[in-house]
């Protein structure tokens, strides 16, 4: 999966990426680390990973939600 740290409610354009939840957590923790300063407590936080769970769920949804295809 592809996140955009946009999603995570920064104003920073940066994609993230990993295939699988926690490949993707660690490349999170590894951005926000290097670009954003934060510290071990800060990513340790339920907060930070509550937002990262909350962007995994977004980007999972399947598209057809938002576009039904017609009954026949
Ligand atoms: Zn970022």
């Not at 407590?41 to 962007?55: C, H, P």
Request: net charge negative.
């Amino acid at each position: 999966m592809d996140i955009n740290c946009l999603e995570m409610g920064t104003d920073c354009n940066q994609v993230v990426s990993g295939t699988t939840t926690e490949e993707f957590v660690a490349a999170v923790h590894g951005h926000m680390k290097l670009a954003h300063g934060y510290t071990e407590e800060q990513l340790a936080s339920d907060e930070l990973d509550e937002i990262i769970r909350g962007a995994v769920w977004q980007s999972a949804r399947p598209s057809e939600i938002r576009t039904p295809r017609p009954q026949i």
